[in-house]
């Protein structure tokens, strides 16, 4: 992009357009390559065609973020040179980093803006030698920071703050060229010249030493936005691809290695550039570190970010590594075709290599594409688990951990898919069929082991230890894996990052008497990506440890379980002094899943070690900021649940009262001649019916999932009663608009209260039905709680609740305003004095309101603050959410009481039913007067005489109290 520095010409962008589109038509065309271990060249001189494209775009707006690229260059011209722009239909200028000569600085675009500053003095970037050049931008205050080589040479603030603080997504992002237009517009003098690779973007904001000071870490950087290494890159012009030696030779591509005492053993190396002719045609695929897949260089005729074929680089005899025969895919292939597909015995394997090839693209997957491909593993694990299925699982949930935070969040609220597919590993680890006694398989974010041992071997206190090489990657095919046994005497390395101990005699304890092997299995995660916490944010400082004996439940052991963690986080001593030890309990949070320390203390931590003991097998983890947090979500859990249950229990009795009082003024009710009066009467009587049941509902079956078949009743009826409940008090807005607004008898249909039923009752068993029983499209029903899943809930209960609450909210300023005019111009008729009124005139009012709010249900809209907006985490909201939960589930639960007191106890002729009551039998010809004044204006004002019976004793006084 270039870089604003006045105002431009219409007619000049317009030309530079048209130039740059013949340029593209004359240039020697385009091809695509996956960026890998490659880099791309631009030859000199520069011209406007060569250039490269990123085949990927942002999926959401960016309010931080960290960009990294290695670029080398031998330029002589004094011109600035852009490294990556990126350019989206509003603003060409979205995001530009670029250098410039004379003097030796760097210069960061953000919508147009842009800070230059000087390089730090020692590091050139113009002297033929391969550079690392890192941005950083934060919306908040628009800091920004500059790193060449891993040294901050400048850093500030100001950089675009206030509403446009974001960059925009959908854009395209081009290297080496300027974009003035959005893909064009490109200007020969900003172009650039040289070798650019490993460009990396984050969503967030990279500390110093995330972002490192050696090579061996630069070479290891993997972007969850843009990651080089998966992102297909197609070039253009007269630059073209290569290896990228400079990094291979800095990280020398090993894979891990094993102590001499390990139990199985894996060398370093990898797999040579190789061509090989197939049926398909000739197959070329580039250099690969062993224990991972790679792709043809050729690519499908249909699509050039498709790869023809995938091949796995596999070290199975210890010492050297040797490339699987290669798998052809087909070209056609999409996620929606293998949802389509049956998994059979036959096909597990194809549909697992679609997976492997579609997760590529982590960038641009949905949530809904992550719950697919999550419930595909689980298909493919259930047909067929063998080591080649395991290897290309493996691959995709390593990609699967690189998918945007966001959609990993939303996938986990609406299906619980991450979480599903590290149970999905589990199950594979206990059915792998093994070709040898273990199968091992490690990518840089995900590793599993699975082995056979026998009881004698598994009491002997099997552990495993990952321990890094030294070279400063933190990818896990970078580690050194050791296998040992406590009684032997040996334990985990002094240096290993981590590692875990199961107790001796374990075998004895848990009474496995087998003659033949058990299954044992460790599972280690780089990142905490697929187990997404909802309630709260809590952050994971190390990495993620699990084991597992198929068939077996371990816990309450009398031996704990150690485990050792490397924390992967620095922490101030404040911090070190909050983390705890925990484990991923699936079933926590009604089915969402979240960190527990249950059955689980932290022994000691020292510099950044700590050494945890648990009584049980899972997922381990070291976790910073779950006290506080998590007491608090707890308490408020526990208080918010007591006051539902109290306010269910009380508005039950309260409603059935109600009812009763209607049965017991029957005989009066007959008697009334308004047909509103009627029609209030019997719509009051079918709510109370409505929310009667919710309550019941819910209190006997809301938290009972078992049996299956029997929650999904409940959900359907909650659903349906819920959702009758909220349209009868429409019905009531109806009613009482009429009533209040309308005024005469003739606006109203004899026939109301049946049209309003045939509504208020079938619309919400329209809207039960439809969604009720197994979808292929959504999940009805929460897997721990008698409610909703999220997608039904939304499009089912949600939306037609906030448009019934939307039109109560309007006919209830419309009567109160109706009401309060009203009344004012009786004052102004009347007379009345102020010192007189206006404390009566407020308390009723008051009444009004509230008494008319219980009928609409308006409280229910503080329901819409508790939801949780997918994209904040700021600690404010939270505490704005539990004060909104608290006032929903006080007012909502409470909605009978406050019925049974304004529309029962308030009534009149319920209270000539009280009194009569009280009063026994009448005594005949025996009155008493009671002289009451008119609001009239004046001193002589007219009185109202009322005659009453006189009683025998006093219950009478009783009588007008009570009501």
Not at 12 to 26: D, E, N, P, Q, S
Request: charged share 20%; hydrophobic share 40%.
């Amino acid at each position: 992009m270039a870089v604003a520095i006045g105002s431009r010409n219409a007619r000049r962008l317009l030309t530079r357009a048209v130039i740059l589109f013949c340029a593209l038509g004359a240039s020697s065309g385009m091809s695509a390559v996956v960026g890998g271990s490659q880099k791309i060249v631009f030859p000199a001189p520069r011209n406007t065609s060569n250039y490269a494209r990123l085949n990927t775009t942002l999926s959401q707006d960016l309010t931080n973020f960290t960009l990294c690229v290695h670029m080398r260059t031998d330029m002589s011209s004094t011109d600035q040179m852009t490294l990556v722009s990126y350019a989206t239909g509003q603003e060409p200028n979205e995001l530009v980093l670029g250098l410039s000569r004379n003097p030796n600085r760097v210069y960061l675009g953000v919508r147009d803006r842009y800070i230059r500053y000087v390089i730090t003095a020692n590091v050139s970037v113009w002297d033929g030698a391969w550079h690392a050049i890192c941005a950083t931008w934060r919306s908040r205050d628009g800091a920004w920071q500059i790193y060449a080589d891993g040294v901050l040479s400048y850093s500030g603030s100001g950089l675009r703050v206030g509403q446009r603080s974001r960059v925009r997504s959908g854009g395209t992002w081009i290297l080496a060229q300027s974009q003035d237009t959005l893909g064009g517009g490109s200007e020969v003098h900003q172009a650039f010249s040289g070798e650019l690779s490993q460009v990396n973007l984050w969503d967030r904001v990279l500390s110093p030493a995330e972002i490192g000071t050696e090579w061996s870490e630069f070479c290891n950087h993997h972007g969850n936005v843009i990651d080089w290494t998966t992102t297909t890159i197609e070039v253009y012009g007269q630059a073209t691809s290569e290896r990228y030696l400079h990094c291979v030779s800095t990280t020398s591509e090993q894979s891990f290695t094993t102590t001499p005492t390990a139990a199985f053993q894996s060398t370093t190396g990898f797999c040579e550039e190789d061509v090989i002719e197939t049926p398909a045609g000739r197959l070329a695929f580039p250099p690969t570190q062993e224990g991972r897949f790679n792709y043809s260089k050729e690519r499908c005729p249909s699509s050039s970010d498709k790869p023809l074929a995938t091949r796995f680089c596999r070290n199975s005899s210890g010492e050297t590594a040797a490339w699987d025969e290669p798998v052809v895919l087909e070209c056609g292939i999409t996620l929606r075709n293998l949802t389509q597909t049956p998994v059979t015995n036959e096909t597990a394997l194809t549909v697992a290599r679609g997976l492997q090839l579609i997760t590529t693209q982590a960038d641009v997957l949905s949530s809904d594409d992550v719950t697919d491909i999550s419930a595909l593993i689980q298909k493919v694990i259930d047909a067929s688990a063998t080591e080649q299925i395991g290897d290309s699982i493996l691959t995709t949930t390593d990609n699967l951990m690189r998918v945007n935070t966001s959609v990993l969040q939303r996938s986990q609220r609406e299906m619980q898919a991450p979480t599903s597919t590290v149970q999905a590993l589990e199950t594979f680890a206990d059915t792998v069929k093994l070709a040898t006694g273990r199968f091992t398989s490690v990518r840089p974010g995900v590793a599993l082991q699975a082995a056979d041992v026998s009881p004698q071997d598994l009491d002997m206190g099997q552990g495993i230890a990952f321990t890094p090489k030294g070279n400063g990657s933190d990818s896990l095919t970078d580690c050194e894996i050791s296998y040992f046994t406590t009684t032997g005497g040996d334990g985990p390395p002094r240096d290993a990052h981590i590692s875990i101990t199961l107790p001796a005699n374990l075998a004895s304890e848990l009474q496995i008497n087998n003659t033949t092997a058990v299954r044992l299995s460790h599972t280690l995660y780089n990142t905490s990506a697929l187990f997404v916490q909802l309630s709260h944010a809590a952050k994971v400082v190390s990495r993620i440890i699990g084991s597992r004996i198929a068939g077996q439940q371990v816990k309450n052991l009398a031996q704990p379980v150690i485990i050792n963690f490397v924390a992967t986080k620095g922490l101030s001593p404040e911090e070190v002094n909050k983390s705890r030890c925990v484990f991923w309990d699936f079933e926590a949070e009604g089915g969402q899943g979240a960190w527990s320390p249950e059955g689980c203390e932290t022994q000691r931590e020292d510099n950044g070690r700590y050494t945890c003991a648990c009584n049980h097998l899972t997922n381990f983890a070291v976790i910073f900021g779950y006290d506080g947090d998590d007491d608090d979500d707890t308490n408020h859990e526990k208080l918010l649940e007591g006051i539902t249950t109290v306010g269910c229990y009380v508005s039950i009795i309260c409603l059935v009262l109600t009812l009763l009082s209607f049965i017991a003024t029957w005989k009066h009710h007959r008697s009334v001649a308004k047909t509103h009066a009627k029609n209030q009467r019997l719509v009051l009587i079918n709510l109370c019916v409505a929310l009667l049941a919710v309550y019941i509902i819910f209190l006997a079956g809301i938290d009972k999932t078992d049996p299956p078949i029997g929650c999904t009743v409940v959900t359907a009826l909650l659903h349906y009663f819920l959702l009758a409940a909220l349209m009868w008090m429409a019905v009531e807005a109806i009613n009482i608009f009429q009533a209040i607004v309308q005024v005469f008898d003739h606006h109203v249909s004899t026939r109301f209260v049946l049209k309003a039923a045939a509504v208020a009752w079938g619309f919400p068993l329209v809207a039960a039905v439809s969604t009720v029983g197994p979808s292929s499209h959504f999940k009805y029903r929460m897997n721990n709680t008698c409610w909703l899943a999220l997608t039904p809930m939304t499009y089912a209960f949600l939306i037609p609740a906030g448009l019934i609450l939307l039109f109560n909210m309007v006919v209830f300023s419309i009567v109160m305003y109706k009401l309060i005019r009203g009344e004012s111009k009786q004052k102004m008729l009347t007379g009345a004095r102020r010192r007189e009124s206006d404390r009566g005139w407020i308390v009723r009012q008051l009444r009004r309101a509230f008494s008319i709010m219980a009928l609409f249900g308006l409280t229910w809209v503080f329901g819409f603050f508790v939801i949780r907006p997918e994209t904040t985490d700021e600690q404010h909201t939270d505490h704005t959410r539990a004060v909104f939960a608290y006032l929903f589930s006080i007012f909502t639960t409470l909605q009978g009481l406050l019925i049974f007191i304004f529309h029962c106890v308030m009534r009149e002729d319920v209270k000539k039913l009280l009194k009569s009551i009280c009063k026994g039998k009448k005594r005949k010809d025996q009155y008493v007067v009671n002289r009451r004044k008119l609001p009239f204006s004046g001193d002589d004002r007219p009185h109202f005489m009322e005659l009453n019976p006189l009683q025998p004793d006093n219950r009478a006084e009783q009588c007008e109290e009570l009501a």
